[in-house]
């Protein structure tokens, strides 16, 4: 493994600025902290030029999809804390990043831009030689399944999965969850009074049981509660770390019942950005976040945005006064995202989450910590959160001053985990990028579905076919209406009603495929005219309309993910 050392750097530990302008990794560890003199020769100089070297980022909230570990590390992220997924997704990513660590020794090296006197922007760009074996991903830990109740949240999503239904079960429960490889116990208590839902839930008693159970296991406790009465019920039971910080405002009263227990809690203040504003979604109004995300990324935010939604969107003021109020009553926060739940991507929205812990009136230096050393602390993850010799060498470098203005963790330079460098662009336009959009696609499908069966009234996506039953397209509800697309999700006409959705799918849905159509592709972002030589709901062929333009006869084909369409 090559050795490094940053010269002309700001060094912020995890809880502050610290004296010193240079610091060593040996091995994958930090190995010292002062000025120039502890660069050792043969060691591979990263310039700083004055920026900002950190911690990596720790989310503490987030749900696995396959490649999250890869995606989350392309942001900065070097560790992943996951809150319920099942194991054929979480033992994958877990091994993501157990290979990472085994491959740190293979001695790859950092790239060309790593030799004393190279330009400050050659870490973390382009063309930089990234060395062999797998990509470098960010650590994860994971609750597995989480313990609800038959029938409970989020059975919506996840089910089938093994439930608990009284104080019995909890010695069996969370044996099944320490065999499949969980580092700490997540239990869910919630009713659904907090989004107008009647749910089964856990009991105390049970919870309690749970609670126990992991204690002799030496794990963890997170608890996942959206409501200020059921945060004082849940930290009352001994749990260690909130999921979430309350929705409802918090009455002081609440507020001093949770912070006598000591219980941490996180922050997940974020999904507001799940609501566009003026039709973009928040994340994608972040310049140097949209410059980093994916074309297949943009792209699923893109259809986010286009979704039916509440016609009063949640903006966020209380839950951001609980978070302030916390911290001033000495509860420890840990920023948090609840990625991918519609606006959020693994990796980007941890920086939208400082940014929205900052709004609620932490100082900057106080939401790095949140994201650095007190996660590490309440979860145990040894060696990480912190810029000390010793410690794992999980880095992030960013141009300008985090401390002073959040908005600077996204200038990001470079990325090294375990002493390693993060190739920006080995993610992008990957199978596993394709595999995990494949697999958030299945899943909100079946939530839709899931949905549709519970309540057969609530607005949903409908089939429109001819009457020998061809597909013609969908109508799709959005909050201001009805929108008629094609059978591949491209929109046909302004919103309007149901029933002229309806009619319009019928009259134009076939027809309007022999237009010209405006696309962008993976391998061409900007907007061309093309035909559609072919079309089937998850691929395209398309026959540019340039004559200038090098091209097969009868055009080539593209996976729908790979695309955007409108006319």
């Known amino acids: 493994m090559t050795n490094l050392t940053f010269a002309d750097v700001r060094i912020f530990d995890g809880r502050e600025v610290v004296g ?5 990794v040996a091995d994958g560890r930090i190995d010292a902290i002062g000025n120039a003199e502890i660069a050792r020769p043969g060691d591979e100089i990263v310039p700083g030029g004055g920026a900002t070297l950190l911690p990596g980022l720790i989310d503490a909230h987030v749900h696995l999809l396959p490649g999250s570990a890869q995606l989350a590390a392309t942001f900065g992220v070097t560790t992943i804390i996951d809150q319920f997924s099942k194991p054929d997704v979480f033992q994958p990513e877990l091994a993501a990043g157990a290979d990472a660590e085994a491959d740190a020794g293979a001695g790859a090296r950092a790239g060309a831009g790593a030799r004393a006197g190279a330009g400050a922007g050659a870490w973390g760009g382009p063309g930089g030689g990234w060395g062999g074996g797998r990509p470098v991903a960010a650590a994860v830990r994971t ?63 049970t919870m309690e049981a749970l609670v126990r159970e992991a204690r002799r296991h030496g794990l963890p406790v997170v608890a996942h509660v959206s409501t200020a009465r059921g945060a004082v019920v849940v ?40 609501f566009p504003l003026d039709g973009v979604m928040p994340l994608l109004n972040q310049p140097e976040l949209a410059a980093r995300l994916s074309f297949r990324w943009q792209r699923v935010l893109n ?120 190739d920006p662009g080995a993610y992008a336009g990957s199978e596993t990028e394709r595999g995990g959009i494949c697999w958030l696609r299945g899943t909100t499908d079946k939530i839709i579905a899931a949905i549709r069966d519970q309540w057969p009234g609530f607005p949903s996506p409908e089939e429109v076919t001819r009457d020998d039953g061809e597909l013609l397209g969908y109508a799709v509800p959005l909050a201001g209406g009805w929108q008629a697309t094609t059978v591949f999700g491209a929109a046909l006409g302004p919103l309007t009603t149901h029933d002229d959705a309806t009619e319009l799918l019928r009259t134009e849905g076939l027809a309007s495929l022999a237009e010209l159509w405006w696309v962008r592709t993976i391998d061409h972002p900007d907007w061309r005219e093309a035909r559609l030589t072919e079309v089937q709901p998850d691929r395209l062929r398309l026959h540019w309309a340039d004559p200038m333009l090098e091209q097969p006869p009868t055009g080539s ?11």
Not at 250 to 256: F, P, V
Request: proline residues 7%.
């Open 235 to 274: 930290a009352q039971c001994g749990v260690d770390v909130l999921a979430h910080i309350p929705f409802d405002r918090m009455t002081d009263q609440e507020l001093t019942a949770v912070a006598r227990t000591g219980v941490a809690v996180i922050s997940t203040l974020g999904v507001i950005d799940g």
């Open 20 to 24: 010193g302008t240079h610091l060593r």
């Open 303 to 422: 259809a986010q945005a286009n979704r039916w939604m509440p016609p009063e969107p949640p903006d966020g003021a209380a839950a951001r006064y609980n978070a302030m109020a916390l911290h001033e009553s000495g509860v420890r926060l840990l920023a948090g995202t609840d990625a991918p739940n519609p606006g959020l991507v693994h990796g980007a929205s941890l920086h939208r989450e400082l940014q929205h812990l900052a709004a609620a009136g932490l100082r900057p230096a106080e939401a790095l910590t949140a994201a650095t050393t007190t996660p590490a602390e309440v979860f145990g993850l040894d060696g990480r959160g912190r810029l000390a010799v010793g410690g794992r060498a999980d880095l992030i470098l960013v141009d300008g001053d985090p401390t002073v203005t959040i908005e600077a963790t996204q200038a990001l330079r470079g990325t090294w985990i375990n002493g390693r460098p993060v």
């Open 557 to 567: 084909w593209y996976d729908v993910l790979d695309l955007e369409v409108k006319r």
């Open 143 to 205: 609750a597995g399944i989480g313990a609800t109740a038959p029938g409970g949240h989020p059975s919506i999503a996840y089910a089938p999965f093994p439930t608990v239904s009284s104080p019995a079960e909890a010695v069996g429960f969370v044996a099944a969850r320490v065999d499949e490889g969980s580092t700490h116990l997540k239990l869910i208590y919630d009713d659904g009074s907090g989004a107008l839902l009647d749910l089964p839930s856990l009991d105390v008693a």
